[in-house]
T-cell receptor
Framework: SQTIHQWPATLVQPVGSPLSLECTVEGTSNPNLYWYRQAAGRGLQLLFYSVGIGQISSEVPQNLSASRPQDRQFILSSKKLLLSDSGFYLC??????????FGPGTRLTVT | DAKTTQPNSMESNEEEPVHLPCNHSTISGTDYIHWYRQLPSQGPEYVIHGLTSNVNNRMASLAIAEDRKSSTLILHRATLRDAAVYYCILRTSNFGNEKLTFGTGTRLTIIP
């Protein structure tokens, strides 16, 4: 069966510091992968998605970037965090029938 | 993506059926109706999806109106573990369309 991992689970970072969040999927090949963010008390916002290695589509222009160096690895990065980057970051993959399955998430607090 | 409208919150008694409504009056013929739920401090969980016909799975049933302008997610026997935010989402089935637009959903409270 498929499993999706995210780390770290929680993170507290100062403003202006860099960020790297990692997501890996097991049990499937060439999955479509997604990064979402959920601000406190808000809905989910799609940030990036990837249909293959090196292929990244950005939904929201901001100081975040994403990379997909391997088939089942998806990384979310920032060079300098802003206070507004705080939130719950979720990685997901989707099946051929467009069901998305989410990881456990990373709760980021920028101080 | 076409817009959906859901009540902000609902309450239901434990062990009773729950009917969660969703209006999507601007739905197009190629839009699929997806439902997800999000338990506290967790990522969303896929529940069910359909296009025109009613759908059943182990978690829930999805009843789709004949004109497809509304749908209802049915939990047949609510438990305390069903307390969550439920999202109704339309996904356009254009090739390459990857976007699921999550709204604010319906917060379901289960009363013991």
């Amino acid at each position: 069966s498929q499993t999706i991992h995210q780390w770290p689970a929680t993170l507290v970072q100062p403003v202006g510091s860099p960020l790297s969040l990692e997501c890996t999927v097991e049990g499937t090949s060439n999955p479509n992968l997604y990064w979402y963010r959920q601000a406190a008390g808000r809905g989910l916002q799609l940030l990036f998605y990837s249909v293959g290695i090196g292929q990244i589509s950005s939904e929201v222009p901001q100081n975040l970037s994403a990379s997909r160096p391997q088939d089942r690895q998806f990384i979310l990065s920032s060079k300098k965090l802003l206070l507004s980057d705080s939130g719950f970051y979720l990685c997901a993959w989707r099946t051929l029938t467009y069901e998305q399955y989410f990881g456990p998430g990373t709760r980021l607090t920028v101080t | 993506d076409a817009k959906t409208t859901q009540p902000n919150s609902m309450e239901s008694n434990e062990e009773e059926p729950v009917h969660l409504p969703c209006n999507h009056s601007t739905i197009s013929g190629t839009d699929y109706i997806h439902w997800y739920r999000q338990l506290p401090s967790q990522g969303p969980e896929y529940v069910i999806h359909g296009l025109t016909s009613n759908v059943n799975n182990r978690m829930a049933s999805l009843a789709i109106a004949e004109d497809r302008k509304s749908s209802t997610l049915i939990l047949h026997r609510a438990t305390l573990r069903d307390a969550a935010v439920y999202y109704c989402i339309l996904r356009t089935s254009n090739f390459g369309n990857e976007k699921l637009t999550f709204g604010t959903g319906t917060r379901l409270t289960i009363i013991p």
